[in-house]
């Protein structure tokens, strides 16, 4: 009878947790048993490994092995398990030396002739051995980049069952030089190759501002306006002008993207604002996340620490819309489900875009009633309007409107450069607080730290006393207003600073 122990990570939502990989090679009848809470893509895994020990040119033990996957009480999900239950058996079998496995951790699918192949999840997983102070890692080759994002992790690539076990009998497990970063020659690349600009939005004026603001505060936006106009234009230009991801935001975005099997190629880090644009079929499982299986981050989490952009609003399903309240306040998503709890990530800066009817048309070209058109924009309810920010409608633009625009459109270098400015003011003025953006400071503390002078509040309590605005849009308003100061280098909002907010939230302005 021989026992040896190798480990392994299993994810739930975005979260990794340690798993000991025990194989128990004892008397009985010739097979493989798994325990642990092992899913159906597991229980295959025993052919799986068998073929990829024996094609490998390793001696199959012709006894009974336990596999034990410990905590038993965790679900494990996948086939990332596959190398460390095969490497822990040949380490039972006396192939290779238990001691060298023992703290290791091994993170690859194996093929049926023994070749490794990647898996979706391994940043976070190799984050979270290594908080727990566990260095030594065994990736694919293909996840090796992925996995060396880590900051003292020692990582091995390797390409196959039979190389490792060579690498292993030979004590050469060290792990390899790592290449040079490719995160910022593919950053260089996609400059190079040339990205979306501001000022090839030509005509909207009011609306570039207002996409300025929003970047500036993280604060969400409603684009009103006929087909044409731009919505869709400045909603992907949005991005190009806020700050890029810092070291932490980067690590945390690119580790949802590799749970959701989405980083980009040329470079896994992923250091600018992301941004997703789900199509109005989507279900609600595919814009907040989940599954049936295995719980997989959705639209409203790919587009964490970025914007998510709802195209043709109204013809989102109600229920999908209204379920984007929730993450709208509190910035992550909790999925329960029988098995398990997962907390996704989702702080997004939300971008809305609508028609004003059915048909598309505004003015005399609409030929919809107007109970079509209530029915329509009705689509989009009180509660998730009021967590809006601004909200801007664009008008057709002549021939020359574009042409006098050309002189005064910015480009997004140009608006960046305020942006990051505004963003900077901010989190100097957030600094001994957990925020760093305007739209992120609760209203009480928005009151309480940062009053504005008297005389600014002047348009808000009309509003409120004529009905015009609620307390949770007082609050935004407020925080729009502070935004507005910023990017105008004033230390306080002025009663221009909070009218022209409270103008921009009712979507007055034009």
């Known amino acids: 009878m021989a026992l040896a122990r190798t480990r392994s990570v299993a994810l739930l939502g975005v979260e990794g947790y340690g798993i000991d990989v025990e194989a128990h090679i004892g008397r009985g009848k010739s097979g493989l048993t798994l325990v642990g809470l092992p899913d159906a893509a597991l229980r295959e895994a025993r052919d799986r490994i068998r073929a990829a020990v024996v094609n490998s040119g390793e001696y199959w033990p012709d006894n009974h092995i336990t596999v034990s996957l410990s905590p038993a009480s965790l679900p494990k999900r996948g086939s990332g398990f596959d190398l460390s239950i095969a490497v822990a058996i040949l380490a039972a079998s006396g192939v290779i030396p238990a001691d060298e496995v023992r703290e290791t951790a091994f993170l690859a699918e194996l093929s049926l002739d023994g070749r490794t192949r990647p898996i979706h999840g391994v940043l976070p997983m190799v984050l979270a051995e290594a908080v727990r102070g566990r260095r030594s890692f065994v990736v694919a080759r293909a996840n090796a980049e992925e996995a060396r994002l880590v900051s003292g992790a020692e990582v091995v690539a390797v390409g196959s069952l039979a190389e490792l076990v060579s690498r292993l009998r030979n004590g050469t497990a060290a792990p390899e030089p790592a290449p040079e970063p490719a995160a910022a020659a593919a950053d260089d690349r996609e400059d190079a190759e040339g990205r979306p600009d501001l000022a090839d939005v030509l005509g909207q004026p009011v609306a570039r501002r207002a996409v300025e603001i929003a970047a500036a505060g993280g604060h969400n936006l409603f684009l009103l306006g006929p087909p044409g106009t731009g919505k869709s234009l400045l909603a992907e230009r949005l991005p190009t002008i806020m700050p890029r991801l810092d070291t932490d935001e980067a690590i945390e975005v690119t580790a949802i993207h590799s749970v959701a099997g989405a980083l980009p190629c040329g470079g896994p880090l992923i250091t600018r604002p992301p941004f997703c644009a789900p199509h109005h079929t989507a279900t609600r499982t595919a814009i907040i996340g989940g599954g049936s299986g295995v719980l997989r981050p959705g639209a409203v989490s790919l587009a964490h620490r970025g914007v998510l952009f709802l195209d043709e609003a109204p013809e989102f399903a109600r229920g999908v819309l209204d379920c984007l309240r929730q993450p709208l306040e509190s910035g992550e998503v909790v999925v329960a489900r029988a098995a398990a709890t997962a907390r996704f990530p989702a702080r997004f800066l939300l971008v809305m875009a609508a028609n004003p009817c059915p048909c598309g048309q505004s003015g005399a070209k609409c030929v919809c009633p107007s109970a079509a058109r209530r029915r329509y924009l009705g689509r989009l309810s009180g509660p998730l309007l009021d967590r809006i920010d601004l909200k801007v409608e664009l008008q057709p633009v002549s021939r020359a409107e574009l042409l006098a625009d050309r002189a005064f459109a910015?480009?997004?270098?140009?608006?960046?450069?305020?942006?990051?400015?505004?963003?900077?003011?901010?989190?100097?003025?957030?600094?001994?607080?957990?925020?760093?953006?305007?739209?992120?400071?609760?209203?009480?503390?928005?009151?309480?730290?940062?009053?504005?002078?008297?005389?600014?509040l002047r348009v808000l309590g009309e509003a409120m006393d004529r009905g015009l605005l609620s307390?949770?849009?007082?609050?935004?308003?407020?925080?729009?207003?502070?935004?507005?100061?910023?990017?105008?280098?004033?230390?306080?909002?002025?009663?221009?600073?909070?009218?022209?907010?409270?103008?921009?939230?009712?979507?007055?302005v034009r």
């Not at 407020?478 to 004033?490: C, E, M, Q």
């Not at 002025?494 to 009712?506: K, M, N, R, Y």
Request: include cysteine; charged fraction near 25%.
């Open 410 to 456: 910015e480009s997004s270098a140009t608006v960046a450069a305020r942006v990051a400015q505004a963003r900077e003011r901010a989190a100097h003025r957030l600094k001994d607080t957990p925020w760093s953006c305007n739209a992120a400071v609760p209203g009480a503390e928005l009151r309480r730290r940062f009053p504005p002078p008297p005389e600014a």
């Open 471 to 508: 307390a949770r849009g007082a609050d935004r308003v407020l925080r729009l207003a502070w935004t507005v100061a910023d990017l105008g280098g004033r230390d306080a909002p002025t009663p221009d600073d909070v009218g022209h907010a409270f103008a921009l939230w009712t979507g007055a």
